[in-house]
């Protein structure tokens, strides 16, 4: 089992930055991508950005480049989602998951998810 907890998430006026976390435990090694999705009321659950857990390979919806960078601290078994120039339809509540499956990123399944983490931007 992976053990996944968000954080990082808050409220921010439109243009502003957040940068959320997703520490990792558990069977680590298992990991092959880590990724974050968000969730919007009323929406479905979307994909946003995913790294694999070595750190070389990301990918990221297209509403989201430039602006938002996904990355992974090796000895901290964490990984980063820095949100910059964010905007009210980013509101959602963000998800960190993870899956020991190869493929792309965007369209694998993800077997272990946190609880989420709620991001606020008023305009």
């Known amino acids: 089992q992976v053990q996944l907890v968000e954080s990082g998430g808050g409220s921010v006026q439109a243009g502003g930055s957040l940068r959320l976390s997703c520490a990792a435990s558990g069977r680590t090694l298992s990991i092959y991508f880590t990724g974050w999705f968000r969730q919007a009321p009323g929406k479905r659950r979307e994909f946003v950005a995913a790294i694999t857990w070595n750190g070389d390979r990301t990918d990221y919806a297209d509403f989201v480049k430039g602006r938002f960078t996904i990355s992974r601290d090796h000895a901290k078994n964490t990984i980063y989602l820095q949100m910059n120039s964010l905007e009210p339809e980013d509101m959602a509540v963000y998800y960190c998951?993870?899956?020991?499956?190869?493929?792309?990123?965007?369209?694998?399944?993800?077997?272990?998810w946190g609880q989420g983490t709620q991001v606020t931007v008023s305009s």
């Open positions: 998951a993870a899956t020991g499956r190869l493929g792309i990123p965007r369209d694998l399944k993800y077997d272990y």
